[in-house]
């Protein structure tokens, strides 16, 4: 495997499960002038949310796109349902609900009349189930799709990829532009999914509604993973660390493993890190060092784990003995809660 490809961190914590829903290795997609996804390797079980984060352009659509058929990788394999998406794309996309941020619609057609159309493609039931759907969303079945507002034409397509019970329902970008009463809607559609043994795919840039949600979240960043794994177990390991020198120009030396520095921001005399895996050991290492007059530590939380891995300064101490001048990667926290 080329450079290009290694990824820069393998931090997925979590055993490949074995009723795995998406299966990915090493998985690489070139564009001229662009490496789209560079080495990306994920496994995702059944009956869970998993969120993929990251900036516009880092790759999650093209991911996406490799997922369902309409992309074909440079390198690399993934599997969905245990199917190959290169050689079985109309047999997973019959298994598989998606919906993106702007579904594409036809306009001249009615809201029951697109159910009717669909159902054509899919097993007896399919129509019965998405008239109960619209019906439950409130969308009148009478009233055409270029009338409908942003809202309803994303519940539309909702309803059209659960009325045939998806084994995975991938949301690329779902809730962007809606209101809170849509976008909650959306949160219990997937939860609704899990509970039936389901697997959800969501990409997102909600953070605060990935919080909510998932069960485990993969941070996406120039085509590579930074972070994938358990969400709760993320946060637990993550921490905030504000040390505190008597001098500004002193240095600190290398935190021991398995410490490792997401980011780094210096001002005066002080230090602020966003640190994976730092045990008592290595705060007290960081405590008993000359010239540190206080540290203080808290868990991370998603926000503040999102920014350190895309925008983050990551270094060996040995280089942080003086303020960084720019404050371009500072982590603005925000506070969100799990499925609350």
């Known amino acids: 495997m080329s450079d290009r490809c290694q990824p820069i961190v393998n931090t997925t914590t979590d055993r490949p499960p074995a009723d795995a829903v998406i299966s990915i290795h090493d998985l690489c997609v070139s564009f001229p002038g662009c490496d789209a996804l560079r080495g990306v390797d994920l496994q995702v079980g059944s009956g869970m949310v998993f969120a993929l984060l990251g900036e516009n352009g880092a790759g999650k659509t093209t991911l996406i796109r490799c997922l369902t058929g ?180 002193a240095a600190l030396p290398p935190l021991p493993p398995p410490a490792v520095v997401l980011s780094y921001q210096g001002e005066g005399r002080q230090r602020r890190f966003i640190v994976r895996g730092l045990d008592q050991a290595g705060a007290q290492s960081l405590r008993s060092q000359p010239g540190v007059t206080e540290v203080k530590t808290r868990n991370a939380n998603l926000e503040e784990l999102f920014a350190a891995c895309v925008r983050g300064t990551g270094q060996n101490l040995h280089h942080l003995s003086s303020p960084l001048p720019s404050s371009s990667s500072r982590v603005q926290p925000q506070s969100g809660s799990k499925r609350s």
């Open 70 to 249: 309409f992309q074909q990788p440079s390198s690399g394999n993934c599997t969905v349902l245990g199917l190959d998406p290169a050689r079985d794309s109309l047999a997973i996309r019959r298994r598989v609900g998606y919906v993106s941020d702007a579904p594409a619609l036809y306009d001249w057609m009615r809201v029951g009349e697109i159910g009717w159309f669909a159902a054509g493609f899919y097993e007896l039931g399919f129509l019965e189930r998405y008239r109960d759907l619209v019906g439950h969303y409130q969308v009148p079945e009478a009233r055409k799709i270029k009338h409908l507002s942003k809202g309803q034409r994303a519940k539309v397509a909702l309803a059209l990829a659960l009325a045939h019970d998806p084994e995975l329902l991938i949301l690329d970008e779902p809730t962007s532009g809606l209101d809170p009463l849509v976008r909650r809607e959306f949160l219990e559609s997937m939860l609704d999914r899990v509970a039936t043994g389901r697997a959800v795919l969501l990409s997102s840039h909600q953070i605060s509604e990935v919080e909510r949600v998932a069960d485990s979240v993969a941070i996406l960043h120039q085509g590579r993973f930074r972070i994938s794994g358990n969400l709760q177990e993320l946060r637990a390991d993550t921490q905030e660390v504000l040390v505190s020198q008597d001098d500004p120009l």
